[in-house]
């Protein structure tokens, strides 16, 4: 598994990550072999939301109640969650009391004093900056919350954002993958004037404001065909996509999961990868694909497959 330090912290983290949002019914049992595995491979990042499993903190709650972390086991990983989204609505809130609200109650479902990163989680039309400074400066200060970053942000957002922050926005977390990959696509085609590809839709490229600012893109739905319409792994829709993953996994002895991971790990922005799966094999065999070493050959082979245009 190879790893990095993520910008503006001192984590050293692996470039997959294993997201929790599915385990609310889970057994004890099977939640501590998913962790397993996941820690099997190289994987000590792990990422929640307050509002995964159903009911507020559920995920986190179960986690905890599962792996019951000593002290020391807690200082072995990094864990993040994300705030933001209330449910009944559904709306967004980044208010004050809203934030603080919600880090309290993942820092007692999670039973532990401290998150490493927590991300604002989607956009909120009503933010106010100040009010969101307000709450990282006294999570920060209480030694609650060491490191804070947003999800599915578009540059602007983020740069009112840190008009006002006090602390570096140290991820960003997009959907990605090889069919769900605007954010890289765009850029492929840009100056193409009929050529939907060609089109910004995030508010003036995200992916290379991330790179210019040192914010870690953690990418999730890394297997998703679109926006949460299946997986495009084995789909019929993408024959010919699979037909390249199917052969690149065969020529590197590997999962078709461990090259749809290796597509985006091999990108230079050091992105990370999110799995949302439960399935402990899936994991092992996505993981791998942190070390496949595909060629730029590949990797675009792999892009023209999914259906993106390479002028």
Known sequence: MKQFVLPHTEITAPNVVLGLM???????????TLVRTARDAGID?????????????????????ALQLTSSQ?????????????????YFDYSYEHLIASV????RALKTDYRDIVLLHRPDALVE??????????????????????????????????????QPIVA??????????????QGVASNMQTTEQSL???????????????????????????????????????AELNAVIDRLAAQYEVAPEAVATAWITRHPAQMQVVLGTTTPQRVADSAAGSDVPLTRAEWYELFRAAGWIVP
Not at 75 to 88: C, M, N, W, Y
Not at 147 to 164: A, D
Not at 209 to 235: E, M, N, Y
Request: hydrophobic residues 35%.
């Open 22 to 32: 599915r385990i609310a019914d889970k057994s004890d049992d099977e939640i501590r």
């Open 45 to 65: 990042f792990f990422d929640h939301a307050d509002i995964y499993g159903g009911q507020k903190h559920r995920c986190e709650e179960r986690f905890a109640e």
């Open 74 to 90: 807690r200082e072995e990983v990094t864990i993040q969650s994300k705030a933001g989204i209330v449910p009944d609505g559904p």
């Open 104 to 107: 309290e109650g993942s820092l």
């Open 129 to 166: 900056p100040e009010e969101v400074a307000r709450a990282f400066d006294e999570l920060h200060a209480a030694g609650k919350v060491k490191h804070f970053g947003v999800s599915n942000h578009t540059p602007r957002q983020i740069e009112l954002l840190q008009k006002h922050l006090n």
């Open 172 to 185: 960003n977390q997009l959907q990605l993958s090889i069919t769900h990959s605007t954010i890289i696509a």
């Open 200 to 238: 910004v839709r995030d508010g003036g490229g995200i992916l290379d404001f991330c790179r210019l600012h040192d914010i870690t893109i953690q990418a999730w739905s890394p297997f998703q065909a679109r926006f949460f319409d299946g997986v495009f792994l084995g789909h019929p829709e993408y």
